[in-house]
């Protein structure tokens, strides 16, 4: 069961919630839009807010099931854990967009809030934060997934679920290179809500 549970994981996380509602609800391709992403961020500046928030919550929703189904077919805390690094990486990697996909903050915020409840809300509280004064949801992505290892720690998680929030954390950065690179030369978007 842990295969299929693995395999169930990634396939869901690979889903392509904004591509796909974008062009059935709205017409339009994201990929041909704003920072070319399909994720919620892309999604809330090209679509709007409530398109974005919609995108956000089901690719969250995929890292919550993902970890669900390593709950319920194995039970074990590294199924678990396993199921919700498939999810993510299926989301940045999708099988249904030839491996490329989102930078998997959304999937992973419903991963943590599976594995981790109490250290999400402060995860979430402190990306909200950033966002709301800065306006740049990469720099509260960024900040917010570095806390994640931290918090497991402080919270008295054992070690596999630390060992997450570290590969979690350096999956999101990685995703967010090209951000980074904006944010250091002051080149980075801030996030405004669009309307089509």
Known sequence: MLVFSLAASYVLGSIPNGLWLGRALWHTDLREHGSHNTGATNAWRTLGKFPGFLIFFLDMMKGLVSVWLGSVLVGTPVAMILCGILA????????????????????????????????????????????????????????????????????????????????????????????????????ESKIRAGHR
């Open 88 to 187: 993510i990486v299926g989301h940045s990697l999708s099988i249904f967009m030839q491996f490329h996909g989102g930078k998997g903050v959304a999937t992973g915020l419903g991963v943590i809030l599976m594995l981790m409840p109490q250290p999400t809300l402060v995860v979430f509280a402190v990306w909200l934060a950033i966002v709301a004064v800065t306006r740049y949801v990469s720099l509260g992505s960024i900040v917010a997934a570095t806390l994640v290892p931290v918090l497991a720690w402080l919270w008295g998680y054992e070690t596999p679920y630390i060992l997450f929030g570290v590969l979690a954390a350096l999956l999101i950065i990685v995703r967010h290179h090209a951000n980074i690179g904006r944010l250091l030369s002051g080149t």
